[in-house]
């Protein structure tokens, strides 16, 4: 990362790193195996905002990925137009060739707030600087981004967290909300159904005018 910055600083002319070749054969299993992706929990997000101010890039990043699950890419790239009346919506960048999916969220109170707080500085990025660091070097701005973040977990107690775990705290939460909603539903059919049994109606249709008194 070092070398990268200098180079395209024009500090160097080339980026020596680059001529040093791994030798794989000598990594530990600790080095070869990939690195889990924990998820944060509960206590430690609020120990993550409450480090930090309204409208600062991490408190504000940390609640987007939380509501939605971008990336820190898809995040840092963020534009004013993705927002609209509490909803997002973005083209995300790591699709693959001719492949960008769009996501859709409703963002909670507590991440406007925050979003509301970061100086608009007339840009189209609802963070400018990292924004068009982002879009001119991805490569060495994310490497940045990401042990700024590392740091700052470490700084708080918490190890062995990314900010890609944010996106692994969302699909759990994501899905245990889901999970619910189907179980609800299919246990007000099978109840309508029953209730359905009882009356002797050929139509559940008819069994739903008996149910829409107030519940006792």
Same mark, same amino acid.
């Given at each position: 990362?070092?070398?990268? $910055?200098?180079?395209?600083?024009?500090?160097? !002319?080339?980026?020596?790193?680059?001529?040093? *070749?791994?030798?794989? *054969?000598?990594?530990?299993?600790?080095?070869?195996? %990939? !690195? +889990?992706?924990?998820? $944060?929990?509960?206590?430690?997000?609020?120990?993550?905002?409450?480090?930090?101010? %309204?409208?600062?890039?991490?408190? &504000?990043? !940390?609640?987007?990925?939380?509501? !939605?699950?971008?990336?820190?890419?898809?995040?840092?790239?963020?534009?004013?137009?993705?927002?609209?009346?509490?909803?997002? +919506?973005?083209?995300?960048?790591?699709?693959?060739?001719?492949?960008? %999916?769009?996501?859709?969220?409703?963002?909670?109170?507590?991440?406007?707030?925050?979003?509301?707080?970061? %100086?608009?500085?007339? @840009?189209?990025?609802?963070? *400018?600087?990292?924004?068009?660091?982002?879009?001119?070097?991805?490569?060495?701005?994310?490497?940045?981004?990401?042990?700024?973040?590392?740091?700052?977990?470490? @700084?708080?107690?918490?190890? @062995?967290?990314? $900010?890609?775990?944010?996106?692994?705290?969302? &699909?759990?939460?994501? +899905?245990?909300?889901?999970?619910?909603?189907? $179980?609800?539903?299919?246990?007000? +059919?099978?109840?309508?159904? @029953?209730?359905? &049994?009882?009356?002797?109606?050929?139509?559940?249709?008819?069994?739903?005018?008996?149910?829409?008194?107030?519940?006792?």
């Amino acid at each position: 990362v070092f070398f990268d $910055f200098c180079f395209t600083r024009g500090l160097i !002319t080339y980026n020596p790193a680059r001529q040093v *070749e791994v030798r794989t *054969e000598m990594l530990t299993q600790k080095q070869r195996l %990939p !690195t +889990e992706r924990l998820p $944060f929990t509960d206590p430690e997000i609020e120990k993550i905002l409450g480090a930090l101010e %309204p409208g600062d890039f991490w408190h &504000a990043a !940390t609640l987007v990925s939380l509501d !939605t699950g971008l990336r820190l890419r898809d995040v840092a790239l963020l534009e004013r137009v993705s927002l609209r009346g509490g909803k997002l +919506e973005v083209a995300t960048s790591k699709g693959g060739a001719g492949y960008n %999916p769009v996501v859709r969220h409703v963002l909670s109170e507590r991440t406007l707030q925050s979003l509301r707080a970061v %100086p608009n500085e007339g @840009g189209i990025y609802f963070f *400018e600087e990292i924004g068009r660091n982002m879009r001119e070097n991805p490569a060495t701005e994310q490497s940045r981004l990401s042990q700024q973040f590392r740091r700052l977990c470490i @700084g708080l107690g918490i190890e @062995g967290k990314s $900010f890609h775990g944010l996106r692994h705290t969302f &699909a759990m939460r994501r +899905e245990r909300e889901k999970r619910l909603s189907i $179980f609800q539903q299919m246990a007000a +059919e099978l109840a309508l159904a @029953g209730v359905q &049994a009882d009356l002797g109606h050929r139509s559940s249709e008819t069994t739903k005018i008996y149910l829409k008194h107030p519940k006792h």
